[in-house]
C-alpha cells in the first residue's frame, strides 16, 4: 500500500514535469489561443496532473 501510493505520487510529479515542458515549448501566441500566459504554465500543470 504504501509502495502503491509512492508510485502514483511519482506517476503525478511525471504528468506535472511533463505538461510543464509541453507548455513552456509553446510560444506566448499559442498560450494565449489556449487561454493563459506564461505565469499561469505551472498552475495549469498542477491542476492537470493532480
Known sequence: MF???ILAKLASWRRYRQTVRELEGLNDRELADLGFGRRDIRAVARQ???
Open 48 to 50: 492537470a496532473s493532480f
Open 3 to 5: 509502495t502503491s501510493m
